[in-house]
């Protein structure tokens, strides 16, 4: 059994100053997004992507992470409380957003930058999705650092206990998602994608990837106590990842058919 080594929330303090390594780990992410997209500009001149447009898909893609994140997370986990609470909708600092309405914000985001450089949105995804899964595992890393999102209880030899939890031993399932969505995945999708393939399939395998592997570890991961598990006892991640999963097979198919 293990205990978490109960970080310090605050990496750095400078007087007032204080960055907190939850804003760290999105710092990390936004770096890296950037420095893989300069790098498959070069590797992959097929896609024609240029600075620019990575650029934009960056910005606008970041406008889309933290507003559908905090919408997706009202109106899926949350809606009736918000309702009688709208006050508190873009209360940002209380903490709650959805990885699943962050990434509609991210789709709707990559179709105004595709409009604008007036190439095929199916291209810009392809292009973009190899450099999500890095970001993922920052989130992830934080999740953990701050003891949030944690798992089910469990005798494993490697639970642990959250302190500010309670003293039950559980699943470290913060850290079994940045290994599957983040580290997994990346390495899939990069090397997938390390050759020319048919428009819209790099899309497919990360829809397919995330999809099964958010399915699965939900099944080490408390679901969320004013939830609970729903329909078919599946929590509210499974049933959010699951069209993801069965979007991506039909689209991997309907390319793969599509470009022989």
Do not use: C
């Not at 790098?39 to 898909?57: G, R, S, T």
């Not at 209360?91 to 990434?103: D, I, K, P, Y």
């Not at 990837?209 to 004013?226: L, N, Q, S």
């Amino acid at each position: 059994m293990l205990i978490h080594p109960q970080f310090n929330p605050v990496a750095i303090s400078l007087g007032p100053l204080q960055v907190h390594w939850y804003g760290l780990m999105y710092f990390f992410a936004f770096i890296f997004f950037i420095y893989l997209g300069k790098k498959q500009i070069a590797l992959h001149p097929w896609a024609k992507i240029d600075e620019k447009i990575l650029d934009d898909a960056f910005f606008y893609g970041a406008l889309g992470v933290v507003l559908g994140g905090r919408l997706g997370y009202v109106l899926f986990y949350q809606p009736s409380y918000f309702l009688l609470h709208l006050d508190e909708v873009f209360s940002f600092w209380r903490g709650g957003m959805s990885f699943h309405g962050g990434f509609l914000g991210v789709l709707i985001s990559l179709f105004w930058v595709a409009r604008k450089h007036h190439i095929s949105w199916w291209t810009l995804t392809d292009f973009v999705a190899p450099l999500v899964p890095l970001g993922l595992f920052f989130g992830r890393i934080g999740n953990f650092i701050n003891q949030e999102l944690w798992g089910r209880p469990t005798d494993l030899a490697w639970a642990m206990i959250f302190p500010l939890t309670d003293d039950i031993p559980r699943h470290p399932s913060q850290l079994y998602q940045a290994g599957l969505e983040g580290i997994v995945l990346f390495i899939i999708l990069w090397l997938y994608a390390s050759k020319p393939r048919s428009t819209g399939q790099i899309s497919a395998v990360f829809l397919i990837g995330y999809g099964f592997f958010r399915f699965i570890v939900e099944y080490t991961r408390e679901p969320d106590a004013f939830l609970g598990l729903l329909f078919l006892n599946l929590s509210m991640g499974q049933l959010l990842s699951l069209p993801m999963l069965f979007i991506g097979l039909f689209l991997f198919r309907k390319f793969s058919n599509n470009n022989g």
